[in-house]
């Protein structure tokens, strides 16, 4: 702490006091312009320590340590005690409170602005940091040290020839009955490729499609819509107890015709809520995403979390943020690039593509239904649903990471 004051008292601290020219402080000490004070509360020796200008001006035992918490606790005033006639006339610059017990060291940098850099500071070192003034542990006296033709290895731990060649696989500088014998006793093991830590914005490979994932707060979703098509139906072809699965505008049976169609390169395959709950539309490690999932989603987006079950649309511009920009001109902040797929419904029909998007959750609701999400061209929010007996519907599907 720097204050600029009349020497009048400066800080207290309730109960076991700091102050100046007060209670603790035997040779009253009276600033001329700056000075840079620390107070400490050593509990471990049972002392209060008041420093000037990096200097130990004054030590006082204190009967018992003070508690930091809990009713009755001391409190700390800077300019004046509370309610007393003790303050001071001046300035306050650079505050500062540490939670724990400084050095004399450490007070001596404070005033002289000496700030803590890490690092070694061991000279003999490998790793000897020269800007370093505080050791972090990290010094090493190996790596520096490997005799001339030979250079450290981080990986075997030891210093290895310099010029190795590729067959010189035990480092000795020849290939000889050794490498040859290494060679033998590894012969027929399988070399598998170094694979690159996957992480969320990697694609994600499934039935030999690699499906764009985004990360969107702490949930991490398919980019797209599902693909899966284990079997294919007629919009006519409904059911309330059997998995279906449906690609826009095609009323055939065949897969191979399904996905040449224009309608499924673009928004993918259109599901009924029994093969939600039957099929392995997402891959190990994915799953449909429950209402709940959906909800986390919207709370991310803006949505205020007492407005998350509510039915029917919510969410101001969430459902822009969700739209893609191609097709119905959403903002796709999110990422999520979703897209107007349109569906079925139980008069054996697809409607309204480009006009909306179903998208399905993996949460039941009374009276045979389902809980899903509609986005819609004319509308900027999200909506949140389940109709009477919904499951037959074709909707779309989005996967979440577990």
């Not at 603790?24 to 004070?37: A, K, L, M, R």
């Not at 509370?82 to 300035?91: E, R, T």
């Not at 979390?305 to 822009?320: F, H, I, M």
């Given at each position: 702490?720097?204050?600029?004051?009349?020497?009048?008292?400066?800080?207290?601290?309730?109960?076991?006091?700091f102050?100046?020219?007060?209670?603790?402080?035997?040779?009253?000490?009276?600033?001329?312009?700056?000075?840079?004070?620390?107070f400490?509360?050593?509990p471990?020796?049972?002392?209060?320590?008041?420093?000037?200008?990096?200097?130990?001006?004054?030590t006082?035992?204190?009967?018992?340590?003070?508690?930091?918490?809990?009713?009755?606790?001391?409190?700390?005033?800077?300019?004046?005690?509370?309610?007393?006639?003790?303050?001071f006339?001046?300035?306050?610059?650079?505050?500062?409170?540490f939670?724990?017990?400084?050095?004399?060291?450490?007070?001596?940098n404070?005033?002289?602005?000496?700030?803590?850099?890490?690092?070694?500071?061991?000279?003999?070192?490998?790793?000897?940091?020269?800007?370093?003034?505080?050791?972090?542990?990290?010094?090493?006296?190996?790596?520096?040290h490997?005799?001339?033709?030979?250079?450290?290895s981080?990986?075997?731990?030891?210093?290895i020839?310099?010029?190795?060649?590729?067959q010189?696989?035990?480092?000795?500088g020849?290939?000889?009955?050794?490498?040859?014998?290494?060679?033998?006793?590894a012969?027929?093991?399988?070399?598998?490729?170094?694979?690159?830590?996957?992480t969320?914005?990697?694609?994600?490979?499934y039935?030999?499609?690699?499906?764009?994932?985004?990360?969107?707060?702490?949930?991490?979703w398919?980019?797209?819509?599902?693909?899966?098509?284990?079997?294919?139906?007629?919009?006519?072809?409904?059911?309330?107890?059997?998995?279906?699965?449906?690609?826009y505008?095609?009323?055939?049976?065949a897969?191979?015709?399904?996905?040449?169609t224009?309608?499924?390169?673009?928004?993918?395959a259109?599901?009924?809520?029994?093969?939600?709950?039957?099929?392995?539309?997402c891959?190990t490690g994915?799953?449909?995403?429950?209402?709940e999932?959906?909800?986390?989603?919207?709370?991310?987006?803006?949505?205020p979390?007492?407005?998350?079950?509510?039915?029917?649309?919510?969410?101001?511009?969430?459902?822009?943020?969700l739209?893609?920009?191609?097709?119905w001109?959403?903002?796709?902040?999110?990422?999520?690039?979703m897209?107007?797929?349109?569906?079925?419904?139980?008069?054996?029909?697809?409607?309204?593509?480009?006009?909306?998007?179903?998208?399905?959750s993996?949460?039941?609701?009374?009276q045979?239904?389902?809980?899903?999400r509609?986005?819609?061209?004319?509308?900027?929010?999200?909506?949140?649903?389940?109709?009477?007996?919904?499951?037959?519907?074709?909707?779309?599907?989005?996967?979440?990471?577990?």
């Amino acid at each position: 702490m720097t204050l600029e004051d009349d020497g009048n008292g400066l800080v207290c601290h309730d109960h076991n006091r700091f102050q100046t020219n007060h209670d603790i402080v035997v040779n009253p000490f009276t600033p001329s312009g700056w000075t840079h004070y620390v107070f400490v509360k050593d509990p471990d020796n049972g002392v209060n320590k008041v420093y000037v200008n990096g200097e130990l001006l004054e030590t006082v035992s204190f009967a018992s340590p003070f508690s930091p918490s809990g009713e009755g606790s001391p409190q700390l005033y800077v300019g004046s005690c509370g309610g007393w006639a003790h303050g001071f006339v001046g300035s306050i610059d650079d505050v500062a409170f540490f939670d724990r017990t400084l050095t004399d060291d450490e007070i001596e940098n404070l005033y002289n602005g000496i700030l803590p850099v890490l690092g070694c500071t061991n000279l003999q070192a490998c790793n000897y940091n020269e800007v370093a003034n505080e050791d972090d542990g990290s010094c090493e006296f190996v790596s520096c040290h490997c005799l001339d033709g030979t250079v450290w290895s981080e990986e075997l731990g030891g210093c290895i020839p310099a010029a190795t060649c590729p067959q010189d696989l035990d480092f000795d500088g020849v290939v000889g009955v050794n490498d040859l014998m290494n060679l033998l006793s590894a012969f027929g093991t399988p070399c598998e490729p170094s694979v690159a830590e996957w992480t969320c914005g990697d694609p994600v490979s499934y039935h030999a499609y690699d499906y764009e994932t985004v990360l969107i707060g702490e949930q991490c979703w398919f980019a797209e819509n599902s693909r899966y098509i284990p079997a294919v139906s007629p919009a006519s072809d409904y059911s309330m107890s059997q998995p279906r699965c449906h690609v826009y505008g095609y009323n055939g049976s065949a897969v191979e015709e399904a996905v040449l169609t224009a309608a499924y390169g673009v928004y993918g395959a259109l599901y009924n809520f029994q093969a939600v709950q039957q099929w392995e539309i997402c891959p190990t490690g994915w799953h449909v995403p429950s209402d709940e999932d959906w909800m986390g989603l919207e709370l991310t987006l803006g949505i205020p979390a007492d407005s998350l079950d509510v039915v029917g649309y919510r969410g101001c511009n969430v459902g822009d943020q969700l739209k893609s920009e191609s097709l119905w001109n959403g903002t796709n902040q999110s990422g999520m690039n979703m897209l107007p797929g349109g569906g079925t419904v139980d008069s054996g029909e697809f409607v309204f593509l480009e006009e909306r998007g179903w998208f399905w959750s993996s949460t039941e609701a009374p009276q045979q239904a389902a809980w899903f999400r509609q986005l819609e061209s004319n509308q900027n929010g999200i909506y949140r649903a389940h109709w009477n007996q919904n499951q037959e519907g074709g909707k779309s599907i989005r996967c979440i990471k577990d």
